[in-house]
DNA sequence: ATTGTACATATTGTAGACATAAATGCCATG
DNA sequence: CATGGCATTTATGTCTACAATATGTACAAT
């Protein structure tokens, strides 16, 4: 060493000077190659609601260990993808009966806000990302189900995206892959998740700058998606249960 | 001790029975002191925007350790209500000026959705809780600037409860917070949030279930507070910094 | 047969220590 | 007087080990 300094000047450093961040990269979780594998996996439905998250097994999986896999799953616990239990673990995030109505209800409303505003901007460059995008859906291999779902889910993305408002693109993102979980939930085996000629239909009105016509379609769409889920008999019982624990627990805390 | 067993009977374990979890209280993260804390530190704009959240400060002011303040700034980045730096910390966050728009357009959509069916599906109990909101607003004493802010707050997401979808009422929540963070960050220093008439008003047309007055007066009303924030000219010169800095970035990232 | 108890195991939660990067202050140099 | 390098300090990121909790199995008791 050059020199040791033989004692220190300022001890008590000077009131650290806040410098506020400006110019930097702010991380995006999202990136996460855990918190995007396991959100294409349950949009893909290879995980189904309920199936559980072990950390080490994930950690294994993903080759990384157990400090990112519990970032990843409390990110994906705030987004109602995963849902936590203490000292139990992290488990595909399985909605309620009534979840799933709200979530598509709130579909309806945004979406169908997304349509009007994505007809009046709509521009050249919207008009071909759109004529791309309904070619691709139009002639894609429908017996690859992990595509399907891929490109029905990205239509819907892209539309909001048209729309030209992040925020709102943000929430019809989590409110896609909750809808996932909930038809993954309550679905009738053997459905597709969308029916198939929906999307070209909104895709022509939007084209066609016709935004009743289009908001109208998208709200059937919507509403179409929703009569297709039933309540499950079991979970009906489950939810009863459910219910009656729940009482009883919030009797025991107000009672003492 | 009774006995020793001598030896495993089945040393591999029959594959563990995949019990779904039914019957259990979910963490809610939400419940968290701290992040509770930090919320209403945000929301009463005690902490303002870029405001550093150091974790060695935060452990201590809550008596806890880091990794709980980890976890609860973690959750608070998923929510956008703090934005984490890598290597440097956790900030307050501050919207960018578009962010900041696209935020009360996200809430006119979703606020006019709610007052409408606030309307429709207004029972006795939602006018009494109506009524009594309105006049605990009414009475409060304007100089308690705290008070002013938790109340004008509790009001939009009293008519977002009342329009019975929780899914809404989740993302009005963050909404609402994010819409804090826009108006910190945005606001001409001494005006108010809201104008102090246009919740009577608002409340008067739901509890005469005008539908159509209501929620003109919502959009209005949104219309307004959106209206009172100016972008700053030192946020415009950073962010042209910005935009230059991250071009130089993507450029040396891409050129190698 | 079914229920209750105790131990074994697996998994999650937590704490502390260590490594690493950014920010600050000092000092030399132009 | 301003600027740039160097060392120090502070703060964050990560790992490892241990503790706490729940689950599963075997066995005893009714």
């Not at 993305?157 to 979980?181: P, Q, W, Y």
């Amino acid at each position: 060493m050059k020199r040791t300094r033989p004692f220190k000047r300022k001890p008590k450093r000077s009131e650290p000077k806040h410098r506020e961040p400006e110019v930097v990269d702010p991380r995006n979780i999202d990136d996460d190659p855990v918190v995007q594998g396991i959100l294409t996996a349950i949009s893909q439905k290879r995980l189904k609601p309920g199936a559980k998250l072990g950390e080490d097994k994930l950690a294994a999986a993903f080759g990384t260990t157990r400090i990112h896999i519990r970032q990843a799953l409390s990110h994906l616990a705030s987004r109602k993808a995963v849902m936590q239990i203490p000292n139990r673990g992290a488990f595909v995030y399985r909605p309620s009966w009534e979840e799933a109505q709200d979530i598509f209800a709130a579909r309806r409303i945004i979406e169908t806000a997304a349509v009007s505003a994505a007809v009046d901007r709509l521009d050249k460059a919207g008009k071909a990302e759109l004529k791309a995008h309904m070619e691709r859906e139009a002639r894609h291999d429908r017996n690859d189900r992990w595509a399907s779902l891929s490109l029905t889910a990205e239509f819907h993305i892209l539309v909001a995206k048209l729309a030209g408002n992040r925020v709102l693109l943000e929430i019809s993102r989590e409110l896609m892959l909750r809808t996932s979980l909930a038809i993954a939930t309550f679905e009738q085996p053997g459905e597709p998740d969308c029916s198939p000629d929906a999307h070209p239909d909104i895709g022509a009105l939007i084209l066609a700058r016709n935004k009743a016509g289009a908001i109208h379609a998208m709200h059937h769409h919507i509403e179409e998606m929703e009569q297709r889920i039933r309540p499950k008999k079991g979970e009906d019982e489950v939810d009863e249960l459910t219910a009656i624990f729940q009482e009883i627990g919030a009797r025991a805390r107000a009672g003492g």
